[in-house]
């Protein structure tokens, strides 16, 4: 079986892990692989735009460590959007040391993410001891990872070998991994989603290395099943209506894809 040439709905089938599951049920549902990166920096934005773009989107993505006014509130009024409007919370918080000290931030500090975040990023650096210290914290909650296999930025580090060795700490930990943040078709295992950042249409960079392509390209030629999007959907003058253009671009994409 083909990650590229299976329908999410399938897909659902080839996984006992909640998260993914769950997930693949609301794209297929929703039809949207379309995440938001809500990148802004005050709560009450993070919000509005939640509510903007909650009926198109599958996930929603957060650095909640740049909202200046942080409160517990906010992330208690952030789930009840995500439940209304069916879609997870995935903070990208890209956990890269030893299994204790993850552990530690993941489930104390100001944040607590794993009281409210379904998804969070690690980096594969420290091995598998990353994962396993964060699912250490899980204490029966749903709840996984995507590792960061490979970056969009210009210079990335992220090589062949890396890319490898990230594969093989998602295969050897997939009761927690549910996949990874790549630019390329890095695993044809049906059960890994591969999340896709650096897309927007009209626009190839940022002036701080950021390299984007559109949504078409991401899913038909790099093999994204989801694409990650930020100002190209928060910069817009009309995010409700950018949010439904890429998810209907990315998700067109995803169906030629299947049937090609
Ligand atoms: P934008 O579409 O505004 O460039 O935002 C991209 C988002 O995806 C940012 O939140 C960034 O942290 C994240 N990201 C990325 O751009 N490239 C990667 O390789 C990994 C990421 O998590």
Same mark, same amino acid.
């Given at each position: 079986? %083909?990650?590229?040439?299976?329908?999410?709905?399938?897909?659902?089938?080839?996984?006992?892990?909640?998260?993914?599951?769950?997930?693949?049920?609301?794209?297929?549902?929703?039809?949207?692989?379309?995440?938001?990166?809500?990148?802004?920096?005050?709560?009450?934005?993070?919000?509005?735009?939640?509510?903007?773009?909650?009926?198109?989107?599958?996930?929603?993505?957060?650095?909640? %460590?740049?909202?200046?006014?942080?409160?517990?509130?906010?992330?208690?009024?952030?789930?009840?959007?995500?439940?209304?409007?069916?879609?997870?919370?995935?903070?990208?918080?890209?956990?890269?040391?030893?299994?204790?000290?993850?552990?530690?931030?993941?489930?104390?500090?100001?944040?607590?993410?794993?009281?409210?975040?379904?998804?969070?990023?690690?980096?594969?650096?420290?091995? %598998?001891?990353?994962?396993?210290?964060?699912?250490?914290?899980?204490?029966?909650?749903?709840?996984?990872?995507?590792?960061?296999?490979?970056?969009?930025?210009?210079?990335?580090?992220?090589?062949?070998?890396?890319?490898?060795?990230?594969?093989?700490?998602?295969?050897?930990?997939?009761?927690?991994?549910?996949?990874?943040?790549?630019?390329?078709?890095?695993?044809?295992?049906?059960?890994?989603?591969?999340?896709?950042?650096?897309?927007?249409?009209?626009?190839?960079?940022?002036?701080?290395?950021?390299?984007?392509?559109?949504?078409?390209?991401?899913?038909?030629?790099?093999?994204?099943?989801?694409?990650?999007?930020?100002?190209?959907?928060?910069?817009? %003058?009309?995010?409700?209506?950018?949010?439904?253009?890429?998810?209907?671009?990315?998700?067109?994409?995803?169906?030629?894809?299947?049937?090609?």
């Amino acid at each position: 079986m %083909d990650r590229l040439k299976c329908t999410f709905e399938s897909r659902e089938s080839t996984t006992v892990q909640p998260v993914s599951r769950k997930l693949f049920n609301i794209m297929s549902a929703k039809q949207s692989n379309l995440c938001v990166a809500a990148d802004v920096t005050k709560s009450a934005e993070l919000l509005s735009l939640a509510e903007k773009v909650g009926p198109y989107i599958c996930l929603l993505k957060t650095h909640i %460590d740049i909202l200046s006014d942080f409160s517990t509130e906010v992330v208690e009024e952030l789930k009840n959007i995500a439940v209304k409007h069916n879609f997870l919370i995935f903070e990208d918080r890209k956990f890269g040391d030893i299994g204790n000290t993850v552990a530690t931030q993941y489930s104390g500090g100001p944040f607590n993410i794993v009281d409210w975040a379904d998804l969070v990023t690690v980096h594969g650096l420290p091995g %598998d001891g990353v994962i396993k210290g964060l699912g250490s914290c899980a204490s029966g909650q749903p709840r996984g990872c995507i590792i960061v296999s490979q970056m969009s930025s210009s210079g990335t580090l992220t090589s062949d070998e890396y890319i490898k060795g990230c594969c093989k700490m998602a295969e050897e930990n997939a009761h927690f991994v549910i996949g990874f943040v790549a630019q390329s078709n890095i695993s044809k295992d049906p059960r890994f989603i591969v999340f896709t950042p650096g897309v927007q249409s009209g626009c190839t960079s940022d002036v701080l290395g950021q390299q984007y392509v559109t949504p078409r390209a991401a899913v038909l030629e790099r093999g994204a099943d989801v694409v990650i999007v930020g100002r190209g959907i928060t910069k817009s %003058d009309d995010p409700c209506s950018a949010a439904k253009h890429y998810k209907e671009e990315a998700f067109k994409a995803y169906q030629e894809r299947i049937t090609s």
